[in-house]
């Protein structure tokens, strides 16, 4: 499948005319002054309106900056596609019209389906990984009062994403715990899985069997951060972890968590919940973990009561960085206005042939 680049221009500082030079590979590659605004620190150079807005146009596309003795080149690159795209599973139609490729709502008293879209499809799913973390380290009944330290062994080098629990850092397991369901920490969850008994193997494998135990025929983990996009699950398996994980209330009450202040050494950190629709008066949530990396798309799990029923939404490959809010906004209101009803909420569903 090919992919669609915008152009980027930079206008020099100094009153040097515009230069544009094509690539082969599709890439574009455009000189600017060293001083110019690039990914790495440097001081910021003023860039006139135009050029201001092809720059924010560009945001879909991954800038890679190569720096010589006198100006810095820009590569623009293609963003990655994740599986739901390449499986071509957002040309699926909803009565919505969702930007998730993937969504499931299932009232949680009596597991009637409310909205089906692709739902048995096997896809990456990012971060909705500590969900499952969450919920062994819970049932494992580990105290929580027990310190673990991040190791260099916790630093991710699948993705090299960043932290803000250095190597050494010191802190509880209930505050690992929170963090990773609050605030999606990676090295925070990882850390869980390496303090668990028998060590990192013995975690993935109690992972996994509990996925077994709890009939997510189409789970497979392989660590507990989420990071790697062959931890994969469908969204009929992912409603089951959150029914599962929703009879914890400790996993209801740190996931739903707003914010935190952790003592990090002799500083006190702020930590903040990556699901917006927390703070939201309109939301009344039980539950919840959002996901991301580029396999996955933007993906979001919650337990949530509306219009006086309560529910479990899965949304996964949502494409955009608000998409997945967006629809589970659409959602509610959808069922605020009498949608979920037998005749609205007929199942649509991808070829199998795509999903395995």
């Not at 230069?19 to 590659?29: D, K, Q, R």
């Not at 010191?170 to 505050?175: A, I, M, V, Y």
């Not at 209801?252 to 930590?271: D, Y």
Request: proline share 3%; charged share 20%; net charge positive.
């Amino acid at each position: 499948m090919g992919f669609l680049y915008n152009k980027l221009f930079l206008r020099a500082s100094l009153g040097a005319s515009f230069a544009v030079l094509a690539l082969a590979c599709s890439a574009l590659v455009v000189p600017v002054q060293a001083a110019a605004q690039t990914d790495t620190k440097q001081p910021k150079a003023k860039a006139s309106t135009r050029a201001a807005k092809q720059v924010r146009s560009t945001r879909t596309a991954k800038a890679v900056k190569v720096v010589s003795a006198r100006k810095s080149v820009v590569y623009l690159e293609p963003a990655r596609a994740s599986f739901g795209q390449l499986y071509g599973l957002h040309s699926t139609d909803d009565p919505l019209e969702l930007k998730s490729s993937v969504a499931l709502v299932i009232d949680q008293d009596t597991n009637q389906i409310l909205l089906s879209k692709n739902p048995q499809a096997v896809l990456p799913i990012a971060s909705i990984t500590k969900l499952m973390t969450a919920l062994v380290v819970t049932e494992a009944l580990l105290p929580l009062d027990e310190v673990l330290t991040v190791s260099q062994d916790d630093v991710d080098t699948e993705k090299g994403s960043h932290s803000r629990l250095s190597v050494g850092t010191q802190l509880s397991r209930g505050d690992m715990l929170h963090l990773a369901l609050m605030s999606s920490e990676n090295r925070a969850a990882h850390a869980l899985g390496r303090h668990y008994p028998g060590g990192m193997a013995a975690f993935v494998e109690a992972m996994n069997k509990k996925a077994a135990e709890l009939g997510m025929a189409d789970t497979r983990y392989v660590e507990p951060t989420g990071l790697s996009s062959r931890n994969q699950s469908s969204a009929t398996d992912l409603a089951m972890l959150v029914q599962a994980a929703y009879t914890h209330p400790i996993i209801r009450e740190l996931s739903t968590s707003r914010e935190a202040q952790v003592a990090v050494g002799k500083r006190q950190m702020q930590f903040h919940t990556t699901n917006g629709l927390v703070r939201s008066a309109s939301w009344d949530i039980g539950l919840q973990k959002t996901g991301y990396i580029s396999e996955a798309g933007r993906c979001l799990v919650m337990q949530a009561q509306v219009t006086g029923r309560r529910l479990i939404m899965v949304l996964l490959d949502s494409a955009g960085k608000y998409s997945r809010i967006g629809d589970a906004e659409r959602i509610r209101k959808w069922l605020a206005q009498g949608g979920g009803t037998a005749a609205a909420a007929a199942a649509v569903e991808a070829p199998q042939t795509l999903l395995r």
